[in-house]
């Protein structure tokens, strides 16, 4: 098991810009979920992929959206960035069968728009 | 939509017994989890409940009771590598995961 690696580890960005964030899933897991999470907060749920299919979503405007790949990485891509944004982006896998839905999450890409 | 409350901090001795409340209102509950975070880094996976009663992992343990929309995480023999922000955290059955807030854990000597 390699666990899941997120790239980069920091980004900085000016307002009105794209920004793409890549994730590598556990190996085995087939269902990947991103997070966003600002200092001093609990993570919030962007959306959920499984099987390449997006099966979740959370509070966030369509210019948030996200691929998953059929080896099972995944993209995060957020448009028209905003000074909000600034945040730690975290990627979680699971195996969505497995009963106790634990999630292996990444150490994150921490964003900073300018 | 999905709301959870936790304490903010909590203070402890080395080789105390801590434990953390979390409240939950939601929709389509399917399970309660527990995460533990060190300096915004990774959060790492502690335990899930999806049944009322308690699991048990070595010296954590975490409880719940449905009926109460309620759960707990128990510290036990407190470490100073146990400092760090912990997460309450529901499972819902439209996939998605909400976490609270978080409570900051100090452990002084």
């Known amino acids: 098991e390699t666990g899941v690696t997120q790239s980069p580890t920091h980004l900085i960005k000016t307002r009105g810009q794209q920004v793409t964030l890549r994730c590598s899933s556990q190996?085995?897991?087939?269902?990947v979920s991103w997070y966003q999470q600002a200092l001093g907060q609990g993570p919030q749920f962007i959306f959920q992929y499984y099987r390449e299919e997006e099966n979740g979503r959370g509070n966030f405007p369509p210019r948030f959206s996200g691929l998953q790949f059929p080896n099972y990485s995944s993209e995060l891509n957020v448009n028209a960035l905003e000074l909000d944004d600034s945040a730690l982006y975290l990627c979680a896998s699971s195996l969505l069968s497995v009963a106790n839905y634990g999630y292996t999450f990444g150490s994150g890409t921490r964003l900073t728009v300018v | 939509g999905q709301s959870l409350e936790q304490p903010s901090e909590v203070t402890a001795v080395e080789g105390a017994i801590v434990q953390i409340n979390c409240t939950y209102q939601?929709?389509?509950?399917?399970?309660l989890s527990w995460y533990q975070q060190h300096d915004g880094g990774a959060p790492t996976f502690l335990s899930y409940n999806a049944l009322d009663g308690l699991e048990e992992t070595g010296r954590f343990s975490s409880f719940l009771s449905r009926s109460d929309s309620y759960g707990y995480l128990l510290l036990q023999e407190l470490q100073m590598k146990d400092s760090a922000s912990y997460f309450c955290a529901v499972r819902s059955n439209d996939y998605k995961l909400s976490f609270g807030a978080g409570t900051t854990v100090t452990v002084r000597a």
């Open positions: 939601t929709s389509g509950f399917y399970g």
């Open positions: 190996s085995g897991h087939n269902t």
